[in-house]
T-cell receptor
Framework: NAGVTQTPKFQVLKTGQSMTLQCAQD?????MYWYRQDPGMGLRLIYY???????DKGEVPNGYNVSRLNKREFSLRLESAAPSQTSVYFC???????????FGPGTRLLVL | EDQVTQSPEALRLQEGESSSLNCSYT??????LFWYRQDPGKGPEFLFT???AGEEKEKERLKATLTKKESFLHITAPKPEDSATYLC???????????FGAGTTVTVRA
């Protein structure tokens, strides 16, 4: 039982490049989330998926898109990366009552 | 708008020196207050959920308490392995979102 896994662990992009961050969970959770974490700030919600086939914007969705591929997988795409998107990205999931969220190990992204 | 403020930003302790971290919040209809531990380079690890004022939960050297306006995380006789950033988050009855504080970084020296 791996919990929440994320790939890649680290990525360097040039401004304007695109990439997809992958997230998978094996806890049979319905809800999945993408956050970003920046120094001195709390985790901020980018997008959320309550269940397979649904997605909603969070606090900071601009510049990102998401896909809930199936119940296990939730991906985050940067279509045209900007230096302001340099951050650590965390994926999380929660069970049917959407209470406790369990986090993955993070993806560290540097946009030059 | 929900607000979560954690203090202090950083806390340096000697091994065995007990202390408390504060999480104050302003929300409409608290549905849960969550404490997480985050080690450098890793994702947040769930510690506790508190639901109502007066509730307390314990895990090893950690004890979390909740009032109507704030929560405390007490660290009793800390060890170096308790060094981490502790995050507080709140959830309201309105939706699924967690609002996080910026965290308190605890360093425990042997």
């Amino acid at each position: 039982n791996a919990g929440v896994t994320q790939t890649p662990k680290f990525q360097v992009l040039k401004t304007g490049q695109s990439m997809t961050l992958q997230c998978a969970q094996d806890m049979n959770h319905n809800s999945m989330y993408w956050y970003r974490q920046d120094p001195g700030m709390g985790l901020r919600l980018i997008y959320y998926s309550a269940s397979e086939g649904t997605t909603d914007k969070g606090e900071v969705p601009n510049g990102y898109n998401v896909s809930r591929l199936n119940k296990r997988e939730f991906s985050l795409r940067l279509e045209s990366a900007a230096p302001s998107q340099t951050s650590v990205y965390f994926c999380a999931s929660s069970g049917h009552n959407q209470e406790t969220q369990y986090f993955g190990p993070g993806t560290r992204l540097l946009v030059l | 708008e929900d607000q979560v403020t954690q203090s202090p930003e950083a806390l340096r302790l000697q091994e065995g020196e007990s202390s408390s971290l504060n999480c104050s919040y302003t929300v409409s209809g608290l549905r849960g207050l969550f404490w997480y531990r985050q080690d450098p380079g890793k994702g947040p690890e769930f510690l506790f959920t508190l639901y109502s004022a007066g509730e307390e939960k314990e895990k090893e050297r950690l004890k979390a308490t909740l009032t109507k306006k704030e929560s405390f995380l007490h660290i009793t006789a800390p060890k170096p392995e308790d060094s981490a950033t502790y995050l507080c988050a709140v959830r309201t009855a309105l939706d699924y979102k967690l609002s996080f504080g910026a965290g308190t970084t605890v360093t425990v020296r042997a």
